[in-house]
């Protein structure tokens, strides 16, 4: 089975098993990425029949990064969507059924547990949460025409490419404020922009940040537009107050207004915290005995492709013991 999107291959068509024994499986992953795929390389290489529902974008966020350099074994970088199709192929070859489908709901209520998709019903032994989260976006129309071109959500993926440039930071909580601060690390000068006028962060964060001499706050405001040729030459910045509107020259912007996971069909079906991350516990067990989760679905602290592969590696080992303890497989 092939994928089909942004450089994945569909010379063959997604199957959809025409009997329930075809349609049932020892391991489905539902999502894909970094998690998902290394999951399924390891429970695929380990003769246990899996499934990957990917979704509708095959590779998640990875799929929008256009250089990854801090993702180990590639000296020289390499872009986010042939990382991930690479994975892809990886898992392929040790047997794994690919489909590119949505789920639209689960049943964990009862074993197989059983997972509906547009096109089909599966039902599988274990199930691996790998769904990710989706950053939380600014609402303008600019935006996504600079995603990857100077516009980014991630500080620490990103950082380096904005050495000795003016960089613009938004939001005002935690995430807002460790970006910015390691930020300073590499640009000229670091702009945060906030739409109140005071932080939600905590207060030695806000300490290091008002102490740092190039970290300028900019109250009351908010990034109203993103200007550029081919990548982010400037922001258009409103003050929420006047409506007054000034240009700032920027190589960067950073958007750390926070994530939503992606878990609306895990409501009712898994724990999960008061945000909506899947709460895990011993590894990447959920609190459903035979329901793993791995990846930025839980993980609200690293957010790294590579810590999103090292847990999905970690559940897929919990899956395989699992797998042995109660069904010998």
Same mark, same amino acid.
């Given at each position: ?18 009997? %329930? ?14 998690a ?5 390389i ?10 990957v529902?990917s ?5 998640g ?7 990854v ?5 590639f ?18 070859? #040790? ?10 709901? +689960? ?15 599966y ?6 949460i790998?769904?990710? /989260? ?13 995603s ?26 935690d995430?807002?404020?460790?970006? %910015?601060? #390691?930020?300073?690390?590499?640009? $000229? ?11 939600? /962060?905590s207060?030695?964060?806000? @300490?290091? /940040?008002?102490?740092?001499? $190039?970290i ?10 993103? $200007? ?14 006047? /409506?007054?509107? $000034?240009n700032?020259?920027?190589?960067? +912007?950073?958007v ?7 878990? %609306? ?8 915290? @008061? ?11 959920t ?12 993980? #609200? ?12 590696c ?9 797998? +042995? ?5």
């Amino acid at each position: 089975m092939t994928l089909s999107v942004d450089g994945f291959d569909k010379e063959k068509e997604n199957h959809t098993p025409s009997n %329930a024994e075809e349609n049932h499986f020892d391991v489905a992953i539902i999502g894909s990425g970094p998690a998902g795929y290394t999951a399924s390389i390891y429970t695929s290489r380990a003769k246990l029949k899996t499934l990957v529902i990917s979704g509708s974008l095959p590779g998640g966020q990875l799929m929008t990064t256009t250089e990854v350099e801090n993702y180990p074994g590639f000296p020289n970088g390499i872009n986010g969507p042939d990382l991930m199709i690479y994975m892809q192929q990886q898992s392929e070859r #040790f047997g794994t059924t690919m489909l590119i489908d949505e789920v639209t709901s +689960v049943d964990f209520g009862s074993k197989p547990f059983k997972i509906f998709t547009g096109s089909s019903t599966y039902t599988s032994d274990s199930v691996l949460i790998s769904t990710g /989260a989706t950053p939380r976006k600014l609402g303008i129309k600019s935006e996504q025409e600079f995603s990857g071109k100077g516009l980014s959500y991630c500080a620490t993926c990103d950082g380096p490419f904005f050495k000795n440039q003016d960089i613009v930071v938004v939001g005002g909580g935690d995430t807002a404020l460790e970006e %910015a601060t #390691f930020l300073t690390k590499f640009g $000229k000068t670091v702009k945060l922009i906030h739409r109140r006028d005071n932080l939600r /962060a905590s207060k030695i964060l806000q @300490e290091r /940040a008002f102490e740092n001499p $190039k970290i300028e706050f900019i109250w009351n405001s908010s990034i109203v537009d993103v $200007k550029g040729d081919k990548k982010v030459t400037s922001v258009v910045v409103r003050n929420m107050n006047t /409506a007054e509107e $000034k240009n700032l020259e920027a190589g960067g +912007v950073f958007v750390a207004i926070g994530h939503e996971p992606n878990t %609306a069909i895990l409501k009712g079906q898994v724990d999960l915290d @008061e945000r909506g991350y899947v709460i895990v516990q011993n590894g990447t067990r959920t609190n459903i005995d035979g329901v793993f989760a791995a990846g930025d679905v839980h993980d #609200f602290r690293y957010r790294q492709a590579i810590t999103a592969a090292g847990f999905g590696c970690m559940a897929a080992l919990d899956i395989e013991k699992w797998l +042995v303890e109660t069904k010998g497989k």
